[in-house]
């Protein structure tokens, strides 16, 4: 036990170093948060977009997708991918979940 009180105060900070590195990692994680739909939606126009089909994706038709998308198992990062107007996917399986999702929905979502 520490009986000289000079070094209490040292050996504190030491332990809270620890504790204040751990809170400023997980705060910078903080943007792995699910993209909402709107940002979703603003991603798929902006594929549609750049493959020159914009005028297919209306705010309608992409907003009906990008909900069924967040709703769905995709991750994240899958969704973050869409988000930022990028076609790509995490891995294989979340690309078939992708491609089968939005053929599930098209025909609901084309009627908007």
Same mark, same amino acid.
């Given at each position: 036990?520490?009986?000289?009180?000079?070094? =209490?105060?040292?050996? =504190?900070? &030491? &332990? +809270?170093?620890?504790?204040?590195?751990? +809170? $400023?990692?997980? @705060? @910078?994680?903080?943007?792995? @948060?699910?993209? +909402?739909?709107?940002?979703?939606?603003?991603?798929?126009?902006?594929?549609?977009?750049?493959?020159?089909?914009?005028?297919?994706?209306?705010?309608?038709?992409?907003?009906?997708? @990008?909900?069924? !998308?967040?709703?769905?198992? $995709?991750?994240?990062?899958? !969704?973050?991918?869409?988000?930022?107007?990028?076609?790509?996917?995490?891995?294989?399986?979340?690309?078939? $979940?992708?491609?089968?999702?939005?053929?599930?929905?098209?025909?609901?979502? !084309?009627?908007?």
């Amino acid at each position: 036990m520490l009986t000289d009180r000079r070094t =209490r105060p040292f050996s =504190r900070l &030491l &332990l +809270a170093v620890p504790v204040a590195a751990l +809170a $400023l990692s997980l @705060a @910078a994680c903080g943007g792995s @948060a699910r993209p +909402a739909a709107d940002d979703v939606a603003d991603g798929i126009q902006k594929v549609y977009e750049d493959q020159g089909l914009g005028e297919v994706m209306t705010d309608d038709v992409a907003s009906c997708f @990008a909900e069924a !998308l967040v709703d769905s198992d $995709l991750s994240d990062e899958t !969704l973050t991918y869409i988000a930022n107007g990028e076609d790509k996917q995490k891995n294989e399986e979340e690309k078939a $979940l992708t491609t089968q999702i939005l053929q599930d929905k098209q025909e609901e979502c !084309l009627a908007q």
